[in-house]
Nanobody, 119 residues
Framework: QVHLVESGGGLVQPGGSLRLSCAAS????????MGWYRQAPGKQRELVAT???????LYADAVKDRFTLSRDDAKNTVYLQMNRLSPEEPAVHYC?????????????WGQGTQVTVAS
């Protein structure tokens, strides 16, 4: 089983930046992909960015020119650098790890970290 611990959320002014971190522990070797999703009030959870085991990165169109996803393999941690945040973007951000165990794919989620964008 994989355990995910997120950090780095908080309050930022419009146009500001935040960096989220997600540290994985447990059965690291089962992870195929890690990334971030976000969920605004009253809306469905949506993909922000993911990175595969091989290092391929996928960004949502809404963030690809402003956000950067990176990974530190030595620390089993992924980072999401978010720049030029918009007042329309506050949401709970969730770290996700897609795992494969005995041929079965599963999703592991962190507890979520709130990002608030306000003056």
């Amino acid at each position: 089983q994989v355990h995910l611990v997120e950090s780095g959320g908080g309050l930022v002014q419009p146009g500001g930046s935040l960096r989220l971190s997600c540290a994985a522990s447990g059965s690291i070797h089962t992870i195929r992909v890690m990334g971030w999703y976000r969920q605004a009030p009253g809306k469905q959870r949506e993909l922000v960015a993911t990175i595969t085991e091989g290092g391929s990165i996928l960004y949502a169109d809404a963030v690809k020119d402003r956000f950067t996803l990176s990974r530190d393999d030595a620390k089993n941690t992924v980072y999401l650098q978010m720049n030029r945040l918009s007042p329309e973007e506050p949401a709970v951000h969730y770290c996700n790890a897609g795992t494969t165990v005995l041929g079965e794919e599963n999703d592991c989620w962190g507890q979520g970290t709130q990002v608030t964008v306000a003056s």
